[in-house]
């Protein structure tokens, strides 16, 4: 919205996202307390969300229809809907991936090539390239989470300190990956390219990683010896991951990535006999459908989104922000709170990223602060809240496969990439280390080195969009 048309901030605009997120967490906390397994996850999302859309319909001003258009509006942005286009795709080439059997193959040839001494720090890599190779952190809990605990038990290391490497090595590839749900919510509402974001968000992430290997060599020795059962791999299984990130990092078009990976992994699944032409179709579309809760909570928190905005909710929001905010340091801490504060609500990482997105590009409209690290800030909390709080899917993930032997809670003291990389994220807000090559154009909200690319006629077009 042009700035000079900016409406009136309101805090009963807010009231519906407050009933959304209050919504979803009480009901976490009321199942929780009942005794309920997975309980801030048995409600979904789109359920809380709509809860909050009726809400809206109810309180905001205007006819049904009116208000009905205003919603449509939202739920057909251009972002909004390249954002699910690319959840669907991401999906469909995680799962034929899988179904090849590249997710044993790189579990596998990672455990070939560390030596057992150094096994714990080795589980925390082998999490980070499969996270950061199929962009779920839950997804790789559940692959090498029985590996991690059958090493740990057999190796006499402690079963939290290897699960907490695990989980931070999930953590990792969550907040990097090219395909993770978080990745893609955050550049697309902050609209920035993937691979700007990457290589901002790397400059954090790969420090902390580095440290916390480091750590996990000294402390994860074995004092047992480690007995490993059958590594056998096929190296041509793990090249449709690697195709796709060093594609994705080379600046080819996403959805170009995207419909490759899912081609090549095809074609390898069926050269090797993993499944058939008929079996393929259905992992593609069982991929769709793996994205459908993302898919359709995305299209209604973007209408939501919308309503809000147009009633002056996420004006009022940016006022108070302003509160804190004195200049773009400031700015980028408020984010970073921000965003901390939504994901223990909601203890959902990419839930809390579509939440907070409208409001975090208008700061960074108001204070300059280059939407790269906007996009890179919000990523970056997120992943350390959602891998720290003992009620998010993946620590409880995690402590459900050691079958009772460790709690959610135990494993806390042993999340150390979350500390490390919550710690250097803020040291880059105070040192300028993640400034990227090219500054950013706020007339045009275009990095300079594409507006310089531009002829006036392009640029008008943009702006006229």
Request: charged share 15%; hydrophobic share 55%; glycine share 8%.
């Amino acid at each position: 919205m042009d700035k000079l048309n900016r409406p009136k901030p309101s805090f009963k605009a807010l009231i519906p996202f407050i009933v959304f997120v209050a919504f979803y967490l009480l009901s976490g906390i009321i199942l929780d307390a009942m005794g309920v397994e997975m309980a801030f996850y048995q409600i979904p999302a789109p359920i809380a969300v709509s809860i909050g859309i009726i809400v809206a319909f109810i309180l905001f001003e205007g006819t049904i229809d009116e208000k009905f258009n205003e919603f449509v509006k939202g739920c057909g942005d251009e972002n909004i809907i390249i954002m699910c286009l690319i959840y669907i795709l991401a999906g469909a080439f995680s799962t034929v991936a899988k179904a090849s059997g590249g997710v044993d193959s790189v579990v596998n040839f990672g455990l070939s090539l560390i030596p057992v001494q150094f096994i714990t720090a080795g589980l925390f890599l082998i999490a980070a390239f499969i996270s950061i190779s199929t962009g779920t952190s839950v997804g790789t809990i559940l692959a090498v989470g029985p590996i991690a605990i059958g090493v740990a038990q057999k190796g006499n290391l402690p079963l939290a300190l290897v699960i907490g490497a695990l989980v931070g090595g999930a953590m990792f590839g969550d907040n990097l990956s090219i395909i993770s749900d978080t990745t893609i919510a955050a550049t697309r509402t902050q609209n920035v390219d993937m691979k700007d974001k990457f290589r901002m968000n790397l400059k954090i992430a790969l420090p902390a990683a580095i440290i916390t290997f480091v750590i996990l060599l000294i402390v994860g020795k074995p004092t047992g010896a480690v007995d490993l059962e059958d590594l056998s791999y096929n190296f041509i299984l793990i090249v449709p991951y690697l195709f796709v990130l060093i594609a994705a990092l080379a600046g080819v078009n996403v959805f170009l990535v995207l419909v490759s990976g899912i081609i090549l992994s095809g074609l390898i699944g069926l050269a090797t006999g993993a499944f058939g032409g008929l079996e393929l179709a259905q992992n593609i579309y069982g991929g769709f459908e793996g994205m459908f809760e993302i898919f359709l909570l995305s299209l209604l928190t973007g209408g939501l989104a919308y309503m809000v905005r147009q009633e002056g909710g996420i004006e009022w929001a940016i006022q108070k922000i302003k509160g804190m905010a004195k200049d773009e340091k400031s700015a980028e801490l408020s984010v970073s709170l921000l965003t901390l504060i939504t994901d223990a609500a909601v203890a959902n990482n990419t839930v809390a990223i579509i939440i907070i997105g409208p409001v975090v590009k208008e700061i960074s409209n108001d204070y300059h602060v280059d939407p790269r690290r906007t996009a890179s800030l919000i990523d970056t909390f997120s992943c350390v809240m959602q891998g720290f709080i003992p009620y998010g899917a993946q620590i409880l993930i995690a402590a459900s496969l050691t079958e009772g032997l460790v709690s959610p809670f135990e494993i806390i003291p042993y999340l150390w990439y979350q500390f490390i990389l919550a710690i250097v994220a803020i040291i880059s807000i105070y040192v300028r280390f993640t400034s990227a090559k090219f500054p950013w154009n706020y007339e045009y909200d275009l990095p300079q080195d594409k507006v310089d690319a531009m002829s006036p006629e392009e640029l008008q077009a943009h702006l006229a969009k």
